[in-house]
């Protein structure tokens, strides 16, 4: 319901099984413990598993502690992190996070203001932009490309590990 209700995916999206493809890929992407391209470790999980997933209840843990994060904060429902490529880092990045270790107000701060460094990255002037870091303007660079490279992937989720260990 997660997905339905911040409408992560489009009616296109569900007839072409994408969702499924994407659950697939962030439980793959869980279970390799590191990024990868495209989705070239999926066929290879859906081999090994095919007769039984006997780790299906802590994959299925660690996503719920990741939708729970996510759930604490109060983004809009047309947050930056709700597309596809953020919220896919935020996933991968959130499964293994302690809530009781963290200050999830002061992580949701440091989200919230990188989503509105996006804004400045697209919409703003020279000056402004000069202002953000390069590790900022690449992200916002790679998650608007919604790339599926290994690098862009690792870059994405080195930027939000900074923000989770910034945050406890």
Same mark, same amino acid.
């Given at each position: 319901?997660f997905?339905e209700?911040?409408? +992560?995916f489009?009616?296109?999206d569900?007839?072409?099984?994408f969702n499924h493809?994407y659950?697939?890929?962030?439980c793959?992407? +869980?279970?390799e413990?590191?990024?990868?391209?495209? %989705? %070239? /470790?999926i066929?290879?999980?859906?081999k090994?598993?095919?007769d039984?997933?006997s780790?299906y209840?802590?994959i299925l843990?660690k $996503?719920?502690n #990741?939708i729970?994060?996510i759930? /604490?904060?109060k983004? #809009?429902?047309?947050?930056?992190?709700f597309?596809k490529a953020?919220?896919?880092?935020?996933?991968?990045?959130?499964n293994?996070v302690?809530?009781?270790? +963290?200050? $999830?107000?002061?992580?949701e701060l /440091?989200?919230l203001? $990188?989503?509105?460094?996006f804004?400045i990255?697209?919409?703003?002037d020279?000056e402004?932009?000069? /202002? $953000? %870091?390069?590790?900022e303007?690449?992200y916002f660079e790679?998650?608007?490309?919604?790339?599926?490279?290994?690098?862009?992937?690792?870059?994405r989720g080195a930027?939000?590990?900074?923000? +989770?260990?910034? #945050?406890i």
């Amino acid at each position: 319901t997660f997905f339905e209700e911040n409408k +992560i995916f489009s009616n296109n999206d569900v007839i072409r099984m994408f969702n499924h493809q994407y659950s697939m890929l962030i439980c793959a992407t +869980i279970m390799e413990g590191s990024y990868f391209g495209r %989705t %070239t /470790k999926i066929d290879s999980y859906l081999k090994k598993y095919n007769d039984g997933f006997s780790s299906y209840k802590l994959i299925l843990k660690k $996503l719920i502690n #990741s939708i729970s994060i996510i759930n /604490k904060f109060k983004f #809009s429902k047309r947050s930056y992190w709700f597309n596809k490529a953020n919220l896919f880092t935020l996933l991968v990045e959130f499964n293994d996070v302690n809530v009781n270790e +963290i200050d $999830l107000d002061l992580l949701e701060l /440091k989200l919230l203001d $990188l989503e509105n460094k996006f804004d400045i990255y697209y919409n703003g002037d020279e000056e402004e932009v000069k /202002k $953000l %870091t390069p590790d900022e303007s690449r992200y916002f660079e790679v998650a608007r490309q919604g790339s599926n490279a290994s690098a862009s992937r690792e870059h994405r989720g080195a930027v939000i590990r900074k923000l +989770i260990e910034e #945050s406890i």
